[in-house]
């Protein structure tokens, strides 16, 4: 059984379908952080496999996928701590307690 | 392990990172979400080692398993009040699943169409000391921006979820 | 040959399947645990006896190996290592595996989270069985950590109660202090030869330049001692006892336990190849011989008398394996493991019964438990080393080894373990079977319960004439008991276990063991104390840790977040200066910028009442209607 890039993508896509439903569908914070941390992951499987089929002595794909780890992990942690912030104000981490982001 | 991707080893890890997404999204304790979420990371890092992308599989696990992970269970505990809060409703949401099911539908068709552009896997296998090399050399400046954009997130991090009314 | 792999892979599924349950029907198809171990049962019987004809020089009957992952340049792979030896420790742990599962059906029935009970079970033989046909010491290494883990998810598996909860820790950790031993020695090992296939290392070890084969077998022993429970890092095996009493039969008393001792018989030729390690085993094992059997003779908890005497036990191996009778070990470890299951399975029944684990609440047990009687009887005896069962020729073929290679210091070591394991056997069988009895409700265990321990007692009863066969099997000269070792040998059995009966089984007078107490005084204070192996720790290494940890926590709240106050306030005068150049400049831009978008915003305020979800939810179906666009137009 020879695994080509069509099956990477098509799992990373999968993987994003996953995150993406639940970014869109749960309710809490932390949860839809959770699914937009799959989300990346998805994003940087992707650019891992085809920097391996397509660039495998410049390795590209592995360098984005460093960079998006670095601003990913950057954006869980100011995520997490807007949840923490948000959660003293309003003792929910509720994405539906946080309405007050109008003109 | 280098020419080719094992097979079996995918089929096991793809089948336990879909697994632990989908445990995560079904479970309706949210901590359980979170060590479904550490499953599906390494599970990836597993992924990364079959790519012989090994320094990558080494981070993955290190920052995505140990550090995020752990950082949502912080949060998560910080913000629970009793152990009940943690369990919560199932929620379905139909303009969610449509939503899924068009981006579905949209990356089938992107895969079947161009997913063969990219060839067999090339014998040429990447290099965990160049990979070392060329980020020091040619990706230098991306890395030390990469650098300040961590400063720059560790300390707004602090800034927000300090305890304090003067903001 | 090829369905050896599904060995472990059978258990291993059962798992997969099992743990992604809810729990209502995880406990519903807790038997699909016991199918595994089952197939794993029938499947090592055909593995078992496609090798026995042969038997040839301990020659692999079948290795293959699948390569998994290349990291660094390194390749891993994982292999399956069909010999003699593999084949023999399979049959142990799927019978044994069978049996504790089949018992704990009966055993566990009650409890509401049994269905996660029996898959960790499941895993935890699989990883057993993943060991013993592993082909290379990293999967070894694997598979070995993975039983550490169900170790401590079992033992910690009532973790509603402190001393479950604080056991398992206490479990982990300790085998985590020979684990590093391992993974140092391990380090080594690739160091030297820059593989970890058995072939490859041990072919190699007889050249290695004698300080490294020393550094290495001694890291790999140190790591065994932590998983077999040998002094000094034996203190959790008797904690281990919360957990569930047929996971501690199967886990502490008959398989992982032995993984040490099976470890060091794998590694043998880097230990003979340095010789002052076979030494180093063989004191280790005396020492823990013999302490271990005399604590377990003042303990007063069933459980824990038995968890006392394995470590006597596995130190028994240590023992012969040092002495150069590295079959004698092995053989003991095999009826061990039957005979060690059996008692553990038996004390289960017990408990149940006499709702208590203190056999000094005990008593009269015979007449209401006739079933456990006998079995937890023949294990007994067979563990007391009485002929004709199995522990008696496995006993004889440990002193017989020793004698022969010149220990008589060892020897006479060994002989007194005997001496004092025929001595608290008889003093359990008797205060917990005879007397007046003491508690009221008594009753025989399950059908289920019952089944697996005469098996087991069957097996117990009979193995030990396989002796010769089973040296001949590993590919040694097999032959009998030496009639003069077996004479003295019995003669210390039955005058330890007539010790018992004068102590214990005569009358039932509680003076009895009081005056034993007082006449052995100190000795007896030491002896309780666990000879203060616990004290020390607690005192040497658990305190000063703490402290430390402490100071550093101290530290780490004065410096480091003082300099990330620091960095903090830095900035937030960064941006003051940055305010007031944005309040000169920028903003008479940035306000015309505004009045446009306000008018602009008035129209589409109607979609933005503020909801950050509802947001969310535009940017990512518009990110899709981007995608679908750019799919469409084609790239």
């Known amino acids: 059984m020879t695994i080509g890039p069509s099956a990477f993508l098509g799992l990373a896509a999968v993987l994003f379908a996953l995150g993406l439903y639940g970014a869109v569908a749960r309710r809490s914070a932390v949860m839809v952080l959770m699914s937009l941390e799959l989300m990346a992951v998805a994003v940087n499987l992707n650019m891992v496999a085809l920097s391996r089929f397509v660039t495998p002595t410049e390795m590209t794909g592995q360098f984005f996928a460093i960079f998006t780890m670095v601003v990913s992990a950057a954006e869980i942690g100011l995520g997490l701590a807007l949840v923490l912030a948000i959660y003293r104000q309003t003792r929910s981490i509720e994405l539906s307690s946080i309405d007050s982001l109008k003109g | 392990m280098s020419e080719s991707v094992n097979g079996v080893a995918f089929v096991i890890l793809a089948f336990a990172s879909i697994g632990g997404a989908v445990g995560m999204l079904t479970t309706r304790n949210i901590i359980h979400a979170a060590f479904w979420l550490l499953e599906v990371m390494v599970a990836v890092g597993g992924l990364y080692l079959l790519l012989s992308a090994e320094f990558l599989a080494v981070v993955q696990i290190l920052i995505y398993a140990g550090a995020v992970s752990v950082l949502m269970l912080f949060v998560i505990m910080l913000t629970l009040r009793r152990r009940e809060d943690s369990v919560r409703p199932v929620e379905v949401s139909i303009g969610g699943g449509i939503l899924v099911a068009v981006f579905g539908t949209v990356m089938y068709v992107a895969i079947a169409r161009y997913g063969d552009r990219v060839g067999e896997m090339p014998i040429v296998v990447p290099d965990t000391a160049a990979l070392g090399e060329l980020l020091f050399t040619q990706w230098a400046l991306p890395f030390e921006v990469a650098s300040l954009v961590l400063l720059v997130a560790l300390v707004g991090a602090v800034w927000w979820s300090r305890e304090g009314d003067d903001r | ?266 590694a043998l030729p880097i230990f003979e190849a340095s010789g002052v390690a076979l030494t180093v085993t063989m004191a280790v094992g005396a020492i823990t011989a013999l302490l271990g059997g005399l604590l377990a003779a003042v303990q007063h908890d069933v459980k824990k008398v038995l968890a006392y005497s394995t470590i006597s036990q596995l130190g028994y191996m240590f023992l012969a394996i040092g002495a150069g009778g590295a079959i004698a070990g092995m053989f003991h470890l095999v009826t061990h493991a039957f005979f060690k299951s059996l008692l553990f399975l038996g004390a289960g029944v017990i408990i149940h019964a006499a709702h208590t684990q203190d056999m000094r609440e005990m008593g009269g047990l015979a007449r209401h438990l006739p079933v456990t009687s006998v079995t937890f009887g023949i294990g007994a005896l067979a563990l007391a080393g009485i002929f004709p069962f199995s522990g008696f020729w496995s006993k004889d073929e440990i002193l017989y080894a020793v004698w022969n290679d010149g220990h008589y210091v060892t020897f006479a070591v060994a002989l007194m373990a005997a001496f004092v394991t025929a001595f608290y056997v008889a003093r359990l069988w008797f205060r917990v079977f005879t007397g007046p009895v003491q508690t009221e409700n008594l009753a025989e265990g399950h059908t289920e319960m019952l089944v697996p321990m005469g098996v087991l007692a069957a097996i117990t009863a009979v193995i030990g004439l396989t002796a010769p066969r089973f040296s001949e099997f590993l590919g040694h000269a097999g032959h009998w008991p030496d009639p003069a070792m077996a004479v003295s040998s019995s003669v210390v059995a039955l005058s330890g276990l007539a010790l018992g009966w004068w102590a214990y089984g005569r009358t039932r007078l509680v003076l009895n063991t009081r005056s034993l107490k007082e006449r052995s005084g100190h000795a007896y204070t030491v002896l309780t104390q666990k000879y203060y192996f616990d004290v020390t720790y607690e005192h040497f290494i658990i305190r000063p840790y703490m402290r430390a940890a402490e100071s550093l926590s101290r530290f780490d709240g004065s410096a480091i977040d003082g300099a990330v106050n620091g960095a903090a306030g830095a900035w937030k005068r960064l941006t003051e200066v940055a305010w007031s150049f944005d309040g000169r400049v920028i903003d008479g831009f940035v306000n015309g910028v505004a009045r446009a978008a306000r008018a602009s915003g008035g129209a589409l305020r109607r979609i933005q009442a503020g909801r950050v979800q509802t947001y969310q939810r535009y940017v990512l179906g518009a990110l899709v209607l981007l995608m679908l666009w750019i799919v469409v137009k084609g790239a």
């Open chain 3, 1 to 266: 040959m090829a369905y050896v792999a599904l060995i472990p892979l059978l258990p291993a599924l059962a798992f997969a399947v099992m743990a992604p349950l809810s729990r209502v029907v995880r406990n519903r198809v807790r038997w699909l645990g016991v199918a595994g171990v089952g197939g794993a049962l029938l499947l090592s019987l055909v593995a078992f006896a496609s090798v026995w004809p042969g038997g040839h020089e301990g020659e692999a009957a079948y290795h293959a190996s699948w390569p998994i992952a290349q990291v660094g340049g390194v390749d891993l792979s994982l292999g399956i290592l069909l010999d003699p030896l593999a084949a023999i420790m399979l049959l142990v742990v799927t019978i044994v595996g069978v049996c504790v599962q089949v018992y704990s059906l009966g055993y566990m029935h009650r409890d509401e989270r049994v269905g996660w009970y029996f898959a960790v079970l499941t895993l935890f033989t699989a990883a057993m069985l993943a060991l013993v046909l592993s082909d290379n010491f990293l999967m070894f290494y694997m598979a070995w950590e993975v039983m550490g883990l169900c170790s401590y998810l079992l033992i910690g598996f009532w973790h509603e109660q402190e001393a479950p909860r604080k056991a398992s820790q206490k479990a982990f950790l300790t085998t985590r202090v020979g684990d590093v031993g391992f993974a140092i020695g391990l380090a080594i090992m690739y160091a030297t030869v820059g593989s970890f296939d058995f072939d490859v290392v041990l072919g190699s070890a007889g050249a290695w330049a004698p300080g490294v084969a020393t550094a290495v077998a001694l890291l790999l022993l140190f790591g065994a001692m932590g998983k077999s429970a040998q002094v000094p890092l034996h203190v959790w095996l008797p904690d281990a006892m919360a957990g569930p009493t047929p996971a501690s039969a199967l886990i502490h008393a008959a398989t992982m336990v032995a993984a040490g001792v099976f470890l060091v018989a794998r």
